[in-house]
């Protein structure tokens, strides 16, 4: 079993900076992709940012140049930077990993409880 658990959400001023964190743990062989997705009230859980394991990342148009995904192939952590924050970043964040628990099994999702960001204007 894998187990993913986040931290680091919380209240800040449109402007401010926060830095969510993820930490996979459990029966892991290997980590193929983290990912970041942000869910609002009636909409779907959309894809903030994702990187792969070769460090190869993704960032969604609306966050690009303000935040930041890096991961610790070793202690199997992602992270988002996110800086200038504005209203419309809020939401629940959940952290997604793509994990292979044996070498010749396909990747398998998990994800965080999540965790809440709220932007002040």
């Known amino acids: 079993q894998v187990h993913l658990m986040e931290s680091g959400g919380g209240l800040v001023e449109a402007g401010g900076s926060l830095r969510l964190s993820c930490a996979a743990s459990?029966?892991?062989?290997?980590?193929?992709?983290m990912s970041w997705y942000r869910q609002v009230p009636g909409k779907q859980r959309e894809l903030v940012a994702s990187?792969?394991?070769?460090?190869?990342?993704k960032i969604d148009d609306s966050v690009k140049g303000r935040f930041t995904i890096s991961r610790d192939n070793a202690k199997n952590t992602v992270l988002l930077q996110m800086n200038s924050l504005k209203p419309e970043d809020a939401g629940v964040y959940y952290c997604?990993?793509?994990?292979?628990?044996?070498?010749?099994?396909?990747?398998?999702?998990?994800w965080g409880q999540g965790t809440q960001v709220a932007v002040s204007s």
């Open positions: 997604n990993a793509a994990v292979r628990v044996r070498f010749y099994q396909n990747a398998v999702d998990y």
């Open positions: 459990g029966t892991i062989f290997i980590i193929d992709a």
């Open positions: 990187i792969t394991n070769g460090g190869i990342t």
